[in-house]
Every structure is written in structure tokens, then in C-alpha cells.
């Protein structure tokens, strides 16, 4: 069964996520015994893309989108229809692929704080930009009936989940940068729809798989009326 927004907040009482909570202290209560649950309290997965190397290339095709590194969504050059709901931007310590994480900032001056630096990627303490997004994802064809219970958002008739991607490097130029101009021309991240399709990229002898964003058209307006009534 399909359920609202509101609904889903009452039946998803899980771990902890900031990913969709504009006031994490207040949200709707709509049933006795649900006062103390926000929006804080939902569950939101992640998209991920799968590298060449790594544990998800010996489950998944490499250049694949999948959710919460177990449900494949789209395969390499397959678009992944999605509206982005909130983006927002940090800092992180420049590291190679395969080595763990560098250290996270929220501001700029939060960097030179730390003693880092934006402007040389040649230079030490080099950090880079990194971008959270929030997306509204269709559920695509590929998906089996039971995974595809998790998208129960029905909107306009088709389903959808809310959905988090971490992208920062090439992901960052292809999915964020046109993301970022979009807010800044139409004052929202939702003003378009759009198509992610991974393709393979290459520059001086190396490959990797890059998202890309492709416009889609504007949200239908039943997408529309669902954002204006369920801000996340």
C-alpha cells in the first residue's frame, strides 16, 4: 500500500538521518504515541555508483546506480529519472581513490581553520568541494516487486523514494555544478527534472564511471503539488 509523506513519517521510526529535516525539531504528529518522532527519525538511502574495482563490482556492472549498495536501479547509459529536492555543500580533505576519507568541513573557513587550502590540488592540505543532494527517485523497471516496496511515495501514479548521493570530483562537475546553477537562476533545486546517466570518462590514460545530469523537463505538476505540500 501506498502512503503520503506524513504517513510515511509515523511508519518509518528508524535511525537517525539529517537528510530531510528543514526544522529538525518539529514535524507533523499525527497519531497518539508518534509526538516525539521528526523527520530526523526517517530513514534515507544512499545512491551509489559502481567503480570498476572495489566490492560492488563483484555484485553489480560497473557504472551502475544502485541503492544502499544492494538494489541495482540503472545500468552504465541508462537514465535514472530524479528531481533534487535539497543540495548542500561542504568541504573534504583531498584523498586517492581507494583511501579512506579525509577530514569534513561545513565552511571555508572552516578549511583554513584546519589549515587547508582550495586554490592548488598540487599543494598540501588541498581540500575539496563535496555536495549532499536529496533526490526524488523513480522507481525504474529493473527493480524487483519486493525491493520495490521501499519507493512508497505515489505520486501522480508512478512511485518514487527519497533518495541521498555524496559526489564530489568529476561527480561533483556533473551532478552538483548544474544543480547549483539551477537554485541560483530559479531559487530551487526542483525547478527541473532531470536524467542521471552514468558514462565511462578517461583522461590521461586513466577511466572512471562519471554521472552526469540530463535535463528531463520540468517536475509534472503532480511532483510539483508534492513538494509544495510535504516541504523536506
Not at 55 to 77: A, C, H, R
Not at 202 to 224: C, D, H, I, M, Q
Amino acid at each position: 500500500m501506498k502512503v503520503s509523506f506524513n504517513e510515511a513519517v509515523n511508519e518509518q521510526p528508524t535511525e537517525e538521518s539529517q537528510a530531510l529535516a528543514t526544522r529538525p525539531d518539529l514535524a507533523p504528529a499525527v497519531a497518539a504515541g508518534t509526538e516525539e518522532i521528526d523527520r530526523s527519525d526517517l530513514v534515507t538511502p544512499t545512491l551509489n555508483v559502481v567503480a570498476k574495482v572495489g566490492d560492488l563490482s563483484n555484485q553489480f556492472n560497473p557504472g551502475s546506480i544502485v541503492l544502499d549498495k544492494t538494489i541495482e536501479l540503472v545500468q552504465k547509459d541508462q537514465p535514472l529519472h530524479v528531481i533534487a529536492v535539497r543540495i548542500t555543500k561542504s568541504y573534504q580533505e583531498d584523498t586517492e581513490f581507494g583511501e579512506e576519507m579525509g577530514e569534513r568541513a561545513n565552511t571555508l573557513a572552516e578549511v583554513r581553520a584546519k589549515g587547508g587550502q582550495i586554490e592548488d590540488s598540487e599543494d598540501e592540505n588541498y581540500w575539496i568541494s563535496v555536495a549532499r543532494i536529496i533526490f526524488l527517485v523513480k522507481l525504474t523497471d529493473v527493480v524487483n516487486p519486493d525491493a520495490a516496496s521501499s519507493f512508497f511515495y505515489e505520486i501522480g501514479g508512478e512511485s518514487y523514494l527519497l533518495a541521498q548521493m555524496y559526489v564530489r570530483k568529476s561527480a561533483y562537475t556533473g551532478v552538483a555544478k548544474p544543480l547549483f546553477s539551477l537554485k541560483l537562476a530559479r531559487g530551487s533545486e526542483s525547478a527541473v527534472a532531470y536524467n542521471m546517466v552514468v558514462g565511462l570518462s578517461k583522461f590521461n590514460g586513466n577511466t572512471w564511471f562519471k554521472p552526469t545530469l540530463r535535463p528531463a523537463g520540468k517536475p509534472s505538476e503532480a511532483v510539483v503539488e508534492f513538494l509544495k505540500n510535504n516541504p523536506l
